[in-house]
């Protein structure tokens, strides 16, 4: 696992498309995959500039989401598909069916979760995920837990999730308990990662990343069996790094 550090937010969200647009010029129907959350949207932006400007052809890219709210209608306005709708795809020439998101509306578990997987599968598998981390350390919606599920799954959001994500909610209350992510499996699983961490609430738990061991109490530490994995962090949230 290797990190490197930016001197700003901006400065990485640059480093985070360049990146990306690399991998879409050397492979122009490149596999993406997306995450949700305020960390990635400057790289989002950057994109959609660079896209504006002429500089990189969406047309043949696939997406995959890690993650979304289940027993929200994709059209709720703080479902991920509205999100990344909003933010991401209607700004982007990428056609509609070949953007995926998980379904947590109007399926059953098992489908849900079965169908996902093949379509990763299908697409031939994601060339370069994007992640987030929780303060707790998750990636996706894979909580803090004793025993990590490999696959696609159902997940019960813990409190600190539920807290941290009800800043989009008019209350705590109104954040759904449960989400469809991806496994620690289907993620690794990815050719490259590429973790963003901005701000200094990501400081401590980017210490512990890089103090402690693997553990499925810290899901993130599975990065550091990626053979490429890379974590782009501002000077914010690698103040207590070493
Ligand atoms: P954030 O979320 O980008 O909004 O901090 C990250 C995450 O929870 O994975």
Not at 144 to 154: F, G, Q, S, V
Not at 155 to 167: E, F, G, P
Not at 230 to 235: F, M, R
């Amino acid at each position: 696992m290797q990190i490197q550090v930016t001197n700003t937010p901006d400065e990485l969200a640059i480093l985070a498309a360049d990146r990306i647009e690399e991998l879409v010029r050397h492979k122009p129907d490149c596999v993406l995959g997306f995450a949700t959350g305020s960390t990635p949207l400057a790289t989002y932006q950057e994109l959609i500039r660079r896209y504006r400007a002429g500089r990189i052809d969406f047309s043949k890219v696939r997406t995959f989401n890690l993650d979304e709210y289940w027993g929200l209608p994709p059209s709720h306005p703080q479902s991920y598909h509205s999100f990344m709708q909003e933010h991401v795809f209607q700004h982007l020439n990428i056609p509609a069916d070949q953007v995926h998101l998980p379904q947590g509306h109007g399926i059953d578990e098992e489908t849900a979760c079965r169908d996902y997987e093949q379509e990763i599968r299908r697409a031939g598998g994601i060339d370069l995920q994007v992640l987030g981390i929780g303060t707790n350390g998750h990636i996706g919606f894979n909580e803090p837990a004793k025993e990590l599920r490999l696959d696609t799954h159902l997940v019960t959001l813990t409190q600190a999730t539920v807290l941290a994500n009800s800043r989009f909610f008019n209350s705590p209350s109104d954040v759904p308990r449960r989400a469809i992510t991806m496994g620690v499996r289907t993620i690794l699983s990815s050719r490259r990662l590429l973790l963003l961490a901005t701000g200094p609430q990501k400081a401590a738990i980017l210490q512990q990343l890089f103090q402690r061991g693997i553990s499925t109490e810290l899901p993130a530490s599975l990065l550091h069996l990626h053979p490429d994995a890379t974590i782009l962090a501002d000077q914010d949230a690698a103040a207590l790094l070493a």
